[in-house]
């Protein structure tokens, strides 16, 4: 069991006046990754309260070292969940990671390293990204496990890479035994707008942001989503062949790409809401969790192995 | 075939900020290696017309060489920031001398035409690494009496200055440090800071935070505030946390070419290395080791010491520096000495502090047009350095 995760704020004074550094860290090392839990949104709450009522000139958003976050804490999802639960669970993403994204000034996100579905989610919040060229795991697993993105994911990631890549990268990745892209690929995707080395990642991701404030903050060219439906249509076609409707999450996560062209984002967080409020008490997502955390953590564990150190045998070894 | 002497010039010297060590400071969760990467990396985008591959040598300084300080530092740390494979590098220890004789070992190898271009600094993390843990002092030291039990302890060898030159009082100690602080206060006001310490981000347990800022000033410290401070290496002693330098992090790095190469790659030089001299005094009574290190640098240059326009020597002690002043025939107060305050304001962390003291000596030379400045420390176990330099700005 990992300690909560914090949201902590340090101020750092720039060339363009007080930048807040933004950590997500569990105070472990990177081999437990940093998850959203209940802790952690309290502690974003109050990190936000801090960001919306000082002065700052930006706000830097990393992770601790090799770990950005890997969304959502599945660990405290109950045995049995309801739907009005996993809608809460939905909208308590949404409506934080909306304050991110109404914050004020410039607003940065450094993937410094793994960055799994929430994590990808609260970057999509900031208004820029860098990406270290040394992340090897950057995905949306949920489709996956069998729900889908539900912190925004389906409607900001089509909105920043377009519908196509949106697509490949929430549905089709995820069907894909959970293909993970790097920071190269993630880059070169268009979901970052700097590729740094590791070596002054965090220094170098500052000195972009200052930059960036400095040049006075062009805004990006909104994407072109006028495709997103003959997309969609041949992803269908695709994912049918593939699945033969076995599968309800990763159909329903082409619905909330396809809506994202056509309603506000708004709009598109309620639908996400709707759709874990469907899927995530699901037999199919209930299971796949299940097996998800008998792989990934109690097999790790060793289940049934006390936890104790071995002991030195007294003197020589028998033969 | 005959030798032709090169000269060397000093390009450019970068520093991290100094921190606290212990759990408290600012780079208790970095590691040396990582702070000495940066300042490298720093050098080399700050002096874009140097081709990496043409650096001859990495040669770093760490008292310490073990652990995150142990791998032969210069050559782990050109690796890590990127060097190409074919520069070499290496370690060296004098202590608090490490980062100048990293400097004239480079400098050595320039003379010699053994290499053009040279990158030498020094590391220390007194956090991860406080002085003398990991030593293991021979006994025959003491039982042989070789050298004086204090001389194992800086602060004991401080209190011993004092005993040995009863005139430099703890008032005149005290008067010095609160100058120290004064002069650094003003210095991180003006543009001396700005132009050698690069900022850096490190990880803390609250989180990421910009090391851009030494930890140890206290410009309001006042002769009161420091005359009941307690006196940890003696009851009853004159030498306390005020009118010494903290234990500290800290990195730093220095360019060096010879002058050739330097005008062949279109590099700035600022200052050129006129001459250095090594001493060795009694032991437990280290800290008067720069005066003949001064006296001997000084005669081999033929100059006397109102030549010089510019020092810059290291604070371990306040009383350290008053017996160089009162050896060489400096005034404590004289403005040429220490102008941007010293390390009683902003840590030493031993083997780093030699390019800090270079870095700033070249930025007030030009600040004041002068020709000669001089660059002198201390060391542990009894010894001096001293660098004289000739400003080319």
């Known amino acids: ?151 925004g994911g389906t409607q900001l990631i089509p909105r920043l890479v377009g519908a196509k890549t949106a697509v490949k990268f929430v549905v089709v990745n995820a069907m894909r035994q959970n293909k993970m892209l790097t920071g190269t690929d993630a880059y070169e995707l268009g979901f970052a707008d700097a590729l ?116 030195r045998s007294g003197s020589s070894a028998a033969a | 075939m005959p030798r032709e002497l090169q000269e060397v010039v000093f390009v450019d010297g970068v520093r991290t900020a100094f921190g606290k060590a212990g759990p408290k400071g600012l780079f208790w969760r970095t590691r040396a290696d990582d ?20 650096i001859g040598d990495v040669v770093l300084a ?44 480079g400098a050595g190898e320039i003379a010699m035409g053994a290499a053009d271009v040279v990158v030498a600094g020094g590391v220390e993390h007194m956090g991860r690494h406080p002085m003398g843990a990991e030593v293991d002092f021979n006994p025959r030291f003491v039982s042989e009496r070789v050298i004086d039990e204090s001389a194992a302890t800086m602060g004991a060898t401080a209190e011993n200055l004092h005993d040995r030159f009863p005139h430099l009082t703890k008032d005149a100690a005290d008067a010095f440090a609160v100058r120290s602080q004064q002069r650094a206060a003003a210095a991180w006001r003006n543009g001396v800071m700005r132009e050698t310490v ?63 190469a330097a005008a062949d790659l279109g590099l700035e030089p600022k200052l050129r290395l006129v001459g250095y001299a090594y001493a060795g005094v009694e032991p437990e009574l280290m800290g008067i080791g720069p005066i003949p290190a001064t006296q001997r640098v000084l005669e081999q240059a033929g100059l006397t010491i109102d030549d010089v326009d510019l020092f810059e020597l290291n604070e371990p002690f306040a009383v350290q520096v008053l017996t160089w002043c009162d050896g060489v025939g400096v005034e404590p107060e004289d403005p040429r000495l220490n102008p941007y305050g010293g390390a009683i304001a902003c840590g030493h962390p031993l ?26 420390l201390c060391i542990g176990m009894g010894m001096g350095a001293a660098i004289l330099w000739e400003n080319l700005q």
């Open chain 2, 62 to 105: 760490a008292t310490a060489q073990v652990g995150d300080q142990g791998l032969t530092l210069g050559r782990e740390v050109a690796l890590l920031a990127g060097i190409p494979q074919t520069v070499p590098g290496f370690a060296v220890d004098r202590m608090c001398a490490g980062a100048l004789t990293a400097l004239t070992a």
């Open chain 2, 198 to 260: 690069v900022p850096m981000t490190v990880f803390s347990d609250e989180g990421w935070r910009l090391a851009d800022r030494d930890e140890f000033l206290r410009p309001d410290t006042t002769l009161d505030g420091l005359a009941d401070l307690k006196t940890p290496f003696r009851v009853a002693g004159r030498v306390t946390a005020g009118n010494s330098a903290g234990l500290t992090d800290g990195a730093t790095a220095g360019l060096l070419a010879s002058e050739r």
């Open chain 1, 1 to 151: 069991m990992s300690a909560p995760t914090q949201f902590h704020v340090q101020p750092a004074e720039t060339r363009v006046g007080r930048v807040a550094l933004v950590t997500i860290d569990n105070g472990e090392d990177w081999t437990k990754p940093t998850t959203f839990g209940r802790a952690a949104f309290e502690s974003l709450w109050r990190a936000l309260e801090r960001l919306e009522s000082e002065e700052w000139a930006g706000m830097l958003l990393t992770g601790k070292p090799f770990v950005f976050a890997a969304g959502a804490d599945i660990t405290e999802f109950p045995k049995a969940v309801s739907p009005e639960l996993a809608r809460e669970g939905s909208k308590a993403g949404h409506d934080a990671f909306a304050r991110i994204a109404a914050l004020p000034y410039p607003t940065l996100a450094a993937w410094n390293g793994a960055a799994l579905g929430g994590g990808v989610e609260i970057g999509l919040h900031c208004d820029l990204r860098t990406i270290s060229s040394g992340v090897r795991h950057f995905a949306c697993p949920e489709c996956f496990l069998g729900i889908v993105p539900g912190w």
């Open chain 1, 196 to 311: 740094l080395a590791p070596v002054e990642f965090l220094d170098e991701s500052l000195e972009f942001l200052v930059r960036h404030i400095e040049a006075g903050a062009p805004a990006r060219e909104p994407i072109d989503l006028s495709e997103t439906n003959e997309v969609i249509r041949k992803a269908r076609l695709q994912l049918e062949e593939q699945l033969h409707g076995a599968a309800p999450a990763p159909v329903r996560a082409l619905d909330l790409i396809e809506g994202a062209a056509r309603c506000t984002v708004e709009e598109g967080y309620r639908a996400e809401e709707d759709a874990l409020a469907d899927l995530l008490p699901g037999p199919q997502a209930q299971a796949s969790i299940y097996a998800f955390d008998l792989v990934e953590r109690r097999a790790k564990k060793g289940v049934g192995i006390p936890q104790v150190e071995p002991r």
């Open chain 2, 351 to 376: 083997a780093a502090t030699g390019v800090r003291l270079v870095a700033q000596l070249a930025y007030g030379l030009r600040e004041r047009n002068g020709r000669y400045g001089l660059t002198a």
């Open chain 2, 35 to 54: 702070m000495a990467v940066k300042v490298v990396r720093e050098l080399l985008r700050r002096n874009p017309d140097l081709p990496p591959e043409r």
